[in-house]
């Protein structure tokens, strides 16, 4: 009988399907340090939930440990590398607190519009004086929602039921695909700041994502508008917010999750006019709690069971010898879709891959989910990978295809990837050189053989004499190193396309002064993972 240790509080009834599927149950509380990884080894499975916090020295030795089951939607308590390393599946629950977080959402919402905080507060001092409380309507006003995940769309649904203009941003979901659920998108935070009376943002918490609405971004708001954060602390820079309104800047805040939780007596926001801040509430409700207590316990049965895995973020159901067949092309695969997801303009709406040569006779539902995760995690999360990868990118319209072509041409093997958006179709396709070296070896219509790592300074130009000493002398004056530079072109003195890799991301400085040369049309900075370094979903 496989043993499920309950490491957090968890509702009876996920506790009750365990036992009644055959797995038994014990739960201890608390655990920390040595204590948590010696218990580790004593079950087959553990089921957390904000706690406890498993970092890799509880997993160095983790005995029969084999799945760490997540009761919501975050792993950020979980190592998921070094799960990963030692072969631990971890899973999570991302739609069990779906619908109360969106609710809560629209709490917060509906709280600042109507100051409903502080007029509790001064009722209950004994206070009367209605005109300090003056709120607003939402009807009628515009709602900019930014990430249309499962949280994003049910606050959208539920904004228009308040007959709200919702107003979407989202990389991955197209103009189309927002009309479709009755919303208008946005291209880009420039334009959707200015337009909106209330902000909501529903993404996951990266290096992409952290501090993306600042001082400079909050300037560009409304001074009636309202901001709201019901997703991961550090999205908004909560002094920047605090500053702002304490100028006025912004009319009001609702946030409910914040960088450091519990809130420390310093955080600005604590001293701020014209907010309401509640202890990370957004999936404390009763079915929430629920939901995701039976969903956890069902992950975690069907895995030790039946051997059957679902919401893995760090693993897919695959045959040993198949990965291994395939394994340097799907590092290949997952750096191509990086390097268009770094590339292309507009909203994602198709991804063609054509398998050529060596490359068509395999099993290539790897490489497409290696692309697709290296597409969507640019923008998304680390928890995107081989498992959940096209599963994401149906949810938010995009069509991922497959072709195949046994016929060889230059290469005995090649990835040629194509993806369509709003804003034209980018084109890349790369190989490998011996069996491990990922090269690529066309960017657009230019045939070239580029280094797919580091940091890449991509610039099209007109081809003339000169240009790539220049380019050269200003990275130079900026200290910056070309580590590996190639050119292609079609015709002499065309059109051409460089790629340099550069030792370190470049200043500011130094791409403006590239931007400037007149014969640069455009640059762009990519940025891959070193060379031989692949995710931990890989293995």
């Known amino acids: 009988m496989p043993r499920v240790l309950i490491a957090d509080k968890l509702e009876p009834s996920g ?15 608390g655990l920390k340090g040595p204590e948590l990884s010696a218990a580790l080894r004593e079950f087959d499975g553990m089921i957390v939930r904000s706690q406890p916090r498993v970092a890799a020295e509880n997993l160095d030795n983790p005995g029969k440990l084999r799945a760490i089951a997540r009761a919501g939607a975050g792993v950020d308590n979980i190592d998921v590398p070094a799960a990963t390393r030692k072969g631990i599946v971890v899973m999570n629950t991302p739609g069990g607190n779906s619908v109360s977080a969106a609710e809560h959402t629209i709490a917060l919402l509906l709280s600042m519009a109507r100051r409903v905080p502080a007029a509790d507060a001064v009722v209950k001092a004994g206070g009367w004086d209605r005109t300090k409380f003056v709120g607003t309507q939402v009807a009628g006003k515009t709602l900019g929602v930014i990430g249309l995940g499962r949280i994003g769309r049910e606050v959208a649904r539920r904004a228009r039921g308040l007959d709200m203009t919702v107003v979407a941003l989202d990389p991955f979901v197209t103009a189309a695909k927002a009309a479709e659920l009755g919303l208008e998108s946005a291209a880009g935070l420039d334009e959707l700041l200015p337009r909106v009376d209330f902000l909501t943002i529903h993404v996951p918490l990266s290096e992409e994502t952290r501090s993306l609405i600042g001082a400079k971004e909050l300037a560009r708001m409304k001074k009636s508008a309202r901001v709201l954060n019901v997703a991961r602390g550090g999205i908004i820079d909560e002094q920047a917010l605090a500053d702002a309104l304490k100028a006025g800047t912004i009319a009001g805040a609702g946030v409910d999750v914040f960088t450091t939780e519990p809130v420390p007596a310093d955080n600005p926001l604590l001293k701020a006019p014209n907010v309401v801040l509640t202890p990370h509430l957004g999936a404390s409700t009763v079915e929430a709690q ?3 207590a039976v969903e956890a316990a069902q992950l975690m049965a069907d895995f030790l069971l039946r051997g059957q895995v679902a919401n893995a973020v760090n693993m897919a159901s695959v045959d040993p010898k198949e990965l291994a067949e395939v394994r340097p092309f799907v590092d290949l695969a997952r750096r191509l879709g990086l390097l268009h997801a770094q590339l292309a303009h507009g909203a994602v709406r198709k991804a063609t ?6 490359l068509a006779g395999l099993k290539t539902r790897l490489l497409t989910a290696a692309f697709t995760a290296g597409l969507l995690e640019y923008r998304l999360s680390e928890g995107v990978n081989l498992v959940n990868a096209e599963v994401l990118a149906r949810d938010r319209g995009v069509e991922i295809a497959e072709s195949h072509n046994p016929k060889r041409g230059d290469f005995a093997a090649l990835l040629h990837t194509e993806v369509e958006t709003e804003q034209g179709t980018s084109v890349a396709a790369g190989t490998l050189f011996g069996d491990q070296y990922v090269r690529l070896v066309q960017l657009g219509p230019y045939r070239m053989e580029g280094y797919l790592d580091g940091v890449l300074l991509v610039f099209t130009h007109r081809d003339q004499p000169g240009l790539i000493g220049s380019v050269g002398t200003i990275f130079g004056t900026h200290q910056v190193n070309i580590a590996q530079m190639t050119v292609g072109r079609q015709t002499p003195g065309g059109e051409a396309i ?19 040369h007149p014969a640069i049309r455009s640059m762009a900075v990519v940025k891959l993972p070193p060379a031989g370094e692949r995710p931990g979903w890989l293995g």
Request: proline share 7%; glycine share 10%.
């Open 15 to 29: 506790v009750e399907l365990l036992q009644a599927a055959g797995v038994a149950v014990e739960t201890r509380l």
């Open 353 to 358: 891959l054509t398998y050529k040569g060596d």
């Open 290 to 292: 629920e939901n995701v």
């Open 498 to 516: 460089g790629i340099l890799n550069l030792d370190s991301p470049p200043p500011e400085a130094a791409l403006a002064a590239v931007k400037g």
